[in-house]
């Protein structure tokens, strides 16, 4: 009788997969998973006390290099989080400019979505069209701001800089292409027989583990959950725009691939809007040189593209934030990985890990 | 009998060797090491032209440029490629079982090169034309799993160990179908010899007869020859690079030789057992219509393989044997049904 015996394989923290620095030890039983455990850390860069020892104009590049793929989002949350401190009215033209902005990235997240599922697909062609794509969006941002990816574009008070008639122009381009792009990767991934193999049953997260999990973003609207922090608290200008929130149905990678493809029409869909009624006006409102907000904590939270990104600043008064406490959606939503890969085979482990789409700045902050 | 430039020059070459030498035997050893030469040659070039096509294609597919640096477009890529290869530190991990470790990579190269030696490249001019050439050569092609297991399992890797296993695994799912879909190109030849395979195609090739058969070989040949979406010995989102994760340098190349070799390969059994050989009309000679046919098939498989993500081993498996198989053995039935009533009508 042939003995046969579980073994441990560390994925990680060196592996094509992990899209960063993380290591998942896998416990196998031949190629079955018995158990997948995250370790986490090795991308720790101390974001959260750095910031203690900034002035909090100094603190928004750090958030850049939170979430990198898209930085307008995290730029957001904690300019929102410090306006909200210190009581600062952002003018309405920044505010769609905001808008635009935020939703320009998180297509561009989604399109590092599903260039890196399909690359870990074993589809290196899917990888490059979905950054063909991206690279037209990291160009509108390097008209609006001169930076491609870390961004630090959104400001407190309001944006770095107005928004020139040529950004304008090519987000317009961008936004009718968006149509024929998807159509695209329908033709090249979404319709292929392997691919919808891969992706249909495997890993499923039902409503009740994701609600368990406290997921957050397109992971937790694939299980079916209702949940956009951009519907619930329409902070910003996002109250001013109609737009739908795809939901999944059961929860399965295909899913969650699906409801990140129809957010990309639908992030489009908000940019149009935003772009038809801008309003004219300044773009940054008037925040003190040295800025001293009020002694007092706030909260504050915005839908990034991974999920429910929450700044809590804690000032005593003076130039520097006391404490600030990052919720990173990234860091929450791999908590799910180990019960996504009970039963799956080797090669769902990457696949799952690749739909809860985990950016590792984030992970580690 | 026999026609083709390439035939009278290995006749004259032969008979200006019998002038001078004179002992037919030593003509006829002279003539076998000289024509494996050659092929060896093809096979080397082989892999030198297809790094560089491979990534051209590729590149082309990928709306990318590709190499384009190195030499006139890029052309001396792959001699760029070569040196860094061999300039590399050949790293030999600690804990390894030596032996096993470093044949593995050369015992690959062995039925990689030994199966040239039974295509026939032009009217009359193949190496060894034996009377049980075909299975011959699913005999020796079916070898290379045993060079890849040894790497997976002498690299002291888990990565390279579950990339062995899985290449067992995965010959069982794909040999019988494919033997199973060849069989009916023997029962219409009513030969093994791979000259006789060519010339029953001189009329009509056998991809119109066998249809089934030819989808059930184009499947299995992508499996057998570890492409894309079927690479998943090496798939390397999940196990680096399976057997070769623990190579470097000119051992890594080797792997690669034999990749690139295999390749080339199933282009030419495509185009011999299913696309007529080097039959084709006259204004070509044969080895010219061999050659074409094959870059075709060669560029079919890699736009399959550059279009497909990766199957999952168990699909494979389960695709293997439960849909390919059963096509297979109804591919026999239908061609014994045929050949039987062809023959009474």
Redesign the interface.
Known sequence: MAQTEK?V?NMGPQ???THGVLQVQVELD??NIVGAKPVMGYLHRGIEKLMESRTYAQCVPYTDRLDYVSAMNNNLGFCMAVEKLAAIEVPERAEYIRVICAELNRIASHHVFIGSL?????????M??AF?DREKILDLFNIICGARMTAHYIRIGGVAADAQEEFLRDTQAFVDYVPAMLDEYDR??TG?E??Q??MKGTSIITKETALKYSMSGPNIRASGVDYDIRKIDKYGAYGKFDFNIPLGEQGDNWDRYIVRLKEIQESANIIQQALDNMPEGPVMAKVPKVLKPPKGDAYHRVENTRGELGFYIVSDGSTKPYRVHIRRPSFVNLQALDSMCQGM??????TAFATIDPLMGEVDC | MHSGILYSTAQALREILMSFVGIPIIVDIIMTVICATILLLIMATSALVFTLGERKICAFIQVRIGPNRVGPGGLLQSVADMIKLMDKEDIVPRGIDKWLWVLSPILLLVPSALIYAFFPFDDGVILADVNVGLFLLIAITSQTILPFLMGGYASNSKYSLIGGMRTVAQMLGYEVPMVFALMGIVMLTGSLKMSAIVEAQSNVWFIVLQPLAFFIYIVTALVESNRPPFNLVEGESEIIAGPFTEYTGMRWALFFLAEFSNLMCIGILTTTLFLGGWHGPDFLPGFAWFWIKTFICVLFYQWVGWTFPRLRIDTMLSFGWKVLLPIALVNVLLTGVGIYIYNIM
Not at chain 1, 118 to 126: P, V
Not at chain 1, 345 to 350: C, K, Q
């Open positions: 073994f394989l592996h094509p997969s031949g190629e399909t690359n870990d697909l074993g589809s290196a062609t899917g490059i069209y063909r090249i991934f292929n392997i691919f193999a891969r085979l080797l090669a769902d482990a990457v």
